[in-house]
């Protein structure tokens, strides 16, 4: 089956004034229609500001489910244009609780894996002006997730998301989200996801400090 991408979006990092001084983010993101290159750390075009916490080989591409869209629409009270969560890739048809760590997709020439979920940034809240929205992206579960790539190569929107692989340990986003943020004591579940050799280098080094008492912090 043929996952739908209604929106390649991309952006380079640009200044912004918060709480009073100057901040750089990549979070605003514009649609494109022709095809790009996707390569092993970023699409052509797209750029993030915080090297640190985002992007990178694990977080080369960011996706989110436009299903979330009219929830989020109803919730900021405003139309929502594609790319509105910083996401390269808007896609229908797999959201969180549909789709796997692991999980392998060609994407035109390209293949890509599913790495993590994505942990909410408070640049979401610099983009809208609500505080709250990194806490309530959350809660809800809807944090859309990230690629990192296999195989570098052309990509377009008309190409869609072809899964070629489903990992069987079967952990979906949603459920390593809900053991990332609301049920954080769950040993089983912690150790159910990091036997996923998949998983992101940031989300097994804190879920490893987890199982060993030493933290909760989430990571990026």
């Not at 760590?101 to 599913?114: H, K, L, N, S, T």
């Not at 195989?151 to 459920?175: C, N």
Request: some cysteine.
């Amino acid at each position: 089956m043929t996952i739908e991408i209604v929106s390649v979006n991309i952006g380079k990092p640009q200044q912004v004034q918060y709480r009073g001084r100057e901040l750089s983010t990549g979070i605003w993101k514009t649609p494109v229609e022709g095809p790009l290159h996707l390569s092993y750390f970023n699409l052509e075009g797209d750029g993030q500001a915080d090297l640190v916490h985002h992007g990178g080989r694990d977080k080369a591409l960011c996706v989110y489910a436009y299903e979330h869209y009219p929830f989020w629409e109803r919730e900021l009270k405003r139309p929502l244009a594609y790319g509105a969560f910083g996401e390269n890739l808007t896609v229908r048809g797999l959201p969180e609780t549909e789709v796997c760590i692991g999980d392998i997709f060609r994407f035109g020439e390209a293949v890509v894996q599913v790495s993590q979920p994505r942990q909410p940034c408070f640049k979401l809240a610099v983009k809208y002006g609500v505080p709250e929205l990194p806490v309530k992206v959350q809660e809800t579960g809807f944090t859309g997730y990230y690629f990192r790539v296999l195989q570098e190569g052309e990509v377009s929107p008309k190409d869609g998301l072809i899964r070629v692989f489903r990992h069987p340990k079967a952990v979906t986003v949603s459920f390593a989200n809900r053991i990332m943020h609301h049920d954080k004591q769950n040993a089983e579940g912690i150790q159910r996801i990091l036997d996923v050799e998949e998983l992101s280098g940031s989300w097994q080094e804190t879920l490893r400090k987890r199982l060993a008492g030493i933290g909760n912090d989430a990571p990026h």
